[in-house]
């Protein structure tokens, strides 16, 4: 099994950045792959970055040029750096771990952005 805590939801205003963080009960590098994914007032959860056990990160298209997907091996920790950020971005973000075939999610945290 894995745990997984995130945290630095909040409430921006447009254009503004926040870091989500999400840190795993073991090793990142035994997860084959980390992902946040997103879940908009009223709609269905969505894939927004995920990253690779060998580092290789990918994005959905909503997001690329203003997320940054990253690790911090020694805390296994993953992060979510969120710029200029839009009142679109606003969700529930929520971390998971697929880990030897099964998929583990964290709580969520809330992104509120104003205009």
């Known amino acids: 099994q894995v745990q997984l805590v995130e945290s630095g939801g909040g409430l921006v205003q447009a254009g503004g950045s926040l870091r989500l963080s999400c840190t795993t009960s073991?090793?990142?590098?035994?997860?084959?792959?980390m992902g946040w994914y997103r879940q908009p007032p009223g709609k269905q959860r969505e894939f927004v970055a995920g990253?690779?056990?060998?580092?290789?990160?990918d994005y959905a298209n909503s997001v690329k040029g203003r997320f940054t997907i990253s690790r911090d091996n020694a805390k296994n920790t993953v992060y979510l750096q969120m710029n200029s950020l839009k009142p679109e971005d606003t969700a529930i973000y929520y971390c998971k771990a697929y880990y030897y075939a099964y998929d583990y999610w964290g709580q969520g945290t809330q992104v509120t952005v104003s205009s």
């Open positions: 073991r090793s990142i590098f035994s997860i084959a792959r």
């Open positions: 990253l690779t056990s060998g580092g290789t990160p």
